[in-house]
């Protein structure tokens, strides 16, 4: 087998839905943030690969593994990942968690209800949080709101790609029970449009995304480090501004992704508002000490 880095499908950090590691991140912090996004996307790509076997996905994937625990130095991704966390003297376990969230991309193609997708995003996107936060030095006092936060992310990913992620991997991460529930079929996923069964699965599926991603309102302003605060509010103000779309759009037939320049004036407003409420909160907080303090 080769180097997993030739199999990259040449998708970059840039070319996300959400900012990784953007200007707003101090520099110091961005090379173990890209990284540990280049390792995660090398893996991701494996997963996804179109003519590799399924076993062939997993040996690589399980070498990816070894590569981060110092067992071979195959993988120049795992290599310069390992390095990174040995520099910070941070685990490997956010990305040995992603690594088992793509072996489930393999293995596993439908999901039962939204308990086991959120259970999927538990490995799949709660970690990339979990992982900035640690780099960071934040308190895991911050994890349940980074958790909702990036859950709310991997579903609105799942929600725009879902008629690509059936045609293309016949992967459903629509819960079967909400399907069921609505009287529409897996198979309606990769019709032109959706039926009207279907469309009001997934606008359901949006509103209660939604409401997950409402968790997530507080985040920024529990982020000491101010510039990864901003990008948080940044990430958070795109992520409500989607699940609007897709509540309202038919992701089997609309845009349900962001323009640029959408995505310019929501950075500058999320900006804003983080600044707005990091600026609260310092206010708030001396009339927060007990009297004589």
Not at 54 to 71: F, I, M, S
Not at 137 to 166: F, V
């Amino acid at each position: 087998m080769n180097d997993a880095d030739e199999l990259r499908s040449g998708k970059g950090h840039r070319d996300e839905n959400f900012p990784v590691a953007s200007w707003l991140v101090h520099p110091r912090h961005r090379k173990p943030i890209l990284a540990f996004y280049n390792f995660v996307r090398t893996a991701d790509d494996i997963a996804d690969h179109a003519e590799l076997p399924p076993a062939e996905k997993l040996n690589l994937l399980t070498r990816l593994d070894g590569g981060l625990t110092g067992a071979n130095r195959e993988d120049a991704v795992a290599v310069r990942l390992r390095a990174a966390l040995a520099e910070r003297g941070l685990t490997p376990k956010h990305a040995q968690d992603l690594l088992a969230a793509f072996k489930l991309d393999v293995t596993k193609l439908r999901y039962r209800d939204w308990d086991d997708l959120i259970g999927y995003c538990s490995l799949s996107a709660m970690p990339v949080g979990r992982f900035v936060l640690d780099v960071h030095g934040e308190s895991r006092a911050t994890w349940p709101a980074n958790d909702a936060l990036c859950a709310a992310l991997q579903i609105i990913n799942h929600l725009q790609d879902c008629k690509s992620d059936y045609l293309n991997l016949n992967r459903v991460y629509v819960p079967l029970n909400a399907l069921a529930a609505s009287g529409a079929a897996v198979e309606a996923l990769g019709e032109p449009q959706a039926s009207p069964e279907l469309l009001a699965c997934l606008h359901r599926l949006a509103e209660r995304t939604e409401r997950l991603l409402s968790e997530s309102d507080v985040f920024s302003t529990m982020i000491n480090d101010w510039r990864l605060g901003l990008e948080v509010s940044v990430i958070n103000t795109l992520a409500h501004r989607l699940t609007r779309l897709l509540m309202a759009r038919d992701p089997l037939r609309d845009r349900v992704h962001l323009r640029p320049p959408a995505v310019a004036a929501l950075t500058i407003a999320g900006v804003l508002r983080g600044t707005s409420r990091r600026a609260g909160r310092r206010l708030l907080a001396p009339s927060q000490k007990p009297r004589g303090a």
